[in-house]
């Protein structure tokens, strides 16, 4: 009794130390990260596309002002707390980019194309209410045969 009693201390105190040594994986939340970029993936037309997230008022506010370019398979992806009209515009921008307004249910509910650096101050304002915005390489829509309603996995 007394060997059995001491195997299970000595089995508890090493699954206490490689649970202190080794850390979970968990899935990142979309909302709940509040410090530096992080990637996520997104899924549109087949394709997956490496998305920063904006989940706070300042990076979306931030956006991808400051950034050189993307590369054909990223983006940004904005998340807002509520449905909304949520306006965009090329403020602080170096490059032409395509968005997409996209329902919480994941459905592409307006976009615009080869938006310009040179449009600013326009704003541009989805025709329904999204609760995300993915801005994405200028050409990717047109490339890949995006629509109004296409699914998009987040």
Known sequence: M????????LLTAIAFLISLVYKPLSVPSLVEEKSGPRVHT????ERTVF???ADTPEKRSVGLSGREELA??????????????????MK?????IDILWIS??????????KVSPET????????????????LPSGWIERYTVGLGDVVQL
């Not at 101050?121 to 329904?128: D, E, H, L, S, T």
């Open 2 to 9: 007394k060997r059995i009693l001491t195997v299970a201390l």
């Open 42 to 45: 997104v899924v549109l037309a």
């Open 51 to 53: 998305v920063d997230v």
């Open 72 to 89: 054909p398979d990223e983006g940004m992806l904005f998340v807002f707390p509520e449905d909304g009209m949520h306006a965009f515009w």
């Open 92 to 96: 602080d921008m170096g490059f032409s």
């Open 104 to 113: 919480r249910e994941g459905l592409v509910v307006d976009m615009q194309q």
């Open 120 to 135: 600013y101050p326009a704003a541009y304002v989805p025709r329904k209410e999204a609760r995300y915005v993915l801005e």
